[in-house]
């Protein structure tokens, strides 16, 4: 059964419910626990056309928490992090839509 095949469950029972499979036990539990959960859950919530797109703030918070904390990680999320600093060095250049940046504060 998908996410959003039970139609009779609110969406706050659904999250609940993604909240607790196993398969997720160690990212809720880690250093970044509470913004793996504002992220997902937001994700999970999302309405928009293109899903989760409301969600950009969560995402950069979790990333940058994942960023901070290398040693909680896998290998595998570590090694996507260097694909996308070698990919910057590349001629090629992958930018974030503007919508999707942090603003910068102003000094």
Do not use: H, Y
Request: aromatic residues 6%.
């Amino acid at each position: 059964m998908s996410f959003s095949e039970d139609s009779n469950d609110s969406i706050d029972v659904k999250v609940q419910k993604a909240l607790e499979c196993p398969c997720i036990a160690d990212l809720k539990s880690g250093p970044c626990g509470s913004g793996f959960i504002d992220a997902f859950s937001c994700f999970l919530r999302s309405t928009e056309v293109e899903k989760g797109s409301d969600c950009v703030k969560p995402f950069i918070a979790l990333q940058n928490c994942i960023k901070e904390n290398p040693e909680s990680f896998s290998k595998e999320i570590l090694e996507e992090e260097e694909d996308d600093e070698e990919a910057e060095k590349s001629n090629l250049k992958v930018r974030a839509p503007a919508w999707s940046r942090e603003a910068k504060p102003k000094l």
